[in-house]
């Protein structure tokens, strides 16, 4: 790789070659050729990244480079040493934790929307609120009777797997992405901020999610 600015230096070291000047147009072009290397810029990824133990963590396993987010270069049991199955668990880590993020958000609304809107629960905290389903009366989502009155744990227990299920299934069947778009990381549509259009903050992002 050379840089722009060193090309330049040459150029204009150089600036004519016998008694003809060096034409202006081909200094832009080769301007112009010179691209970012496509590696994502963090201490995150590469060899050199931060690993599990820190100094004391040793050799990690060959299949673990640091090319995918999220590697810290622990894998003792080998579960990723095959490549198909690799890619299936990390295509399951990513979908879990995003599914926790929708969670963590769904722990937190109620009790804002009981301290600051008005809205009765009953009772507001996380770990409690469930509780109220084998009460007399069950539970109101969203402490009203008519959106779900919630009185039987197998029903919605039934609900979540079958709901659960058909979003997977929609998903893992090519869902609402399309053609060509990456199955993790689609972007397009599903990024209208445009918070992936930088190469090294897409890759910081993606550490961050994980």
Same mark, same amino acid.
């Given at each position: 790789?050379?840089?722009?600015?060193?090309? *330049?230096? #040459?150029?204009?070291?150089?600036?004519? #070659?016998?008694?003809? !000047?060096?034409?202006? =147009?081909?200094?832009?072009? *080769?301007?112009?050729?010179?691209?970012?290397?496509?590696?994502?810029?963090?201490?995150?990824?590469? /060899?050199?990244? /931060?690993?599990?133990? +820190? !100094?004391?963590?040793?050799?990690?396993?060959? %299949?673990?480079?640091?090319?995918? /987010?999220?590697?810290?270069?622990?894998?003792?049991?080998?579960?990723?040493?095959?490549?198909?199955?690799? @890619?299936?668990?990390?295509?399951?880590?990513?979908?879990?934790? @995003?599914?926790?993020?929708?969670?963590?958000?769904? $722990?937190?609304?109620?009790?804002?929307?009981?301290? %600051?809107?008005?809205?009765?629960?009953?009772?507001? #905290?996380?770990? =409690?609120?469930?509780?109220?389903?084998?009460?007399?009366?069950?539970?109101? %989502?969203?402490?009203?009777?008519?959106? #779900?009155?919630?009185?039987?744990?197998?029903?919605?227990?039934? $609900?979540?797997?079958?709901? *659960? +299920?058909?979003?997977?299934?929609? @998903?893992?069947?090519?869902?609402?992405?399309?053609?060509?778009?990456?199955?993790? %990381?689609?972007?397009?549509?599903?990024? /209208?901020?445009?918070?992936?259009?930088?190469?090294?903050?897409?890759?910081?992002?993606?550490?961050?999610?994980?």
């Amino acid at each position: 790789y050379i840089s722009n600015s060193a090309i *330049m230096s #040459v150029i204009s070291a150089n600036t004519f #070659v016998g008694s003809k !000047p060096v034409n202006k =147009k081909m200094v832009t072009s *080769m301007r112009r050729t010179q691209k970012k290397s496509s590696a994502p810029d963090s201490v995150w990824y590469g /060899p050199d990244r /931060p690993q599990f133990l +820190g !100094p004391f963590s040793g050799d990690c396993p060959s %299949y673990l480079t640091g090319e995918f /987010p999220g590697d810290y270069g622990w894998d003792t049991a080998g579960l990723s040493a095959d490549p198909e199955t690799f @890619r299936r668990y990390r295509e399951q880590e990513l979908i879990h934790a @995003r599914w926790a993020m929708l969670g963590a958000l769904g $722990c937190v609304t109620p009790e804002i929307l009981s301290k %600051y809107g008005g809205v009765s629960f009953g009772e507001s #905290v996380w770990f =409690k609120a469930g509780s109220q389903i084998f009460q007399e009366g069950g539970l109101d %989502y969203l402490g009203n009777a008519n959106l #779900v009155h919630a009185q039987s744990i197998l029903a919605i227990l039934g $609900c979540q797997v079958v709901l *659960m +299920g058909a979003i997977e299934a929609y @998903r893992v069947n090519g869902g609402p992405l399309g053609e060509g778009l990456d199955p993790l %990381y689609p972007g397009d549509k599903f990024d /209208p901020l445009g918070l992936a259009d930088d190469p090294d903050t897409f890759a910081e992002l993606k550490i961050k999610e994980i």
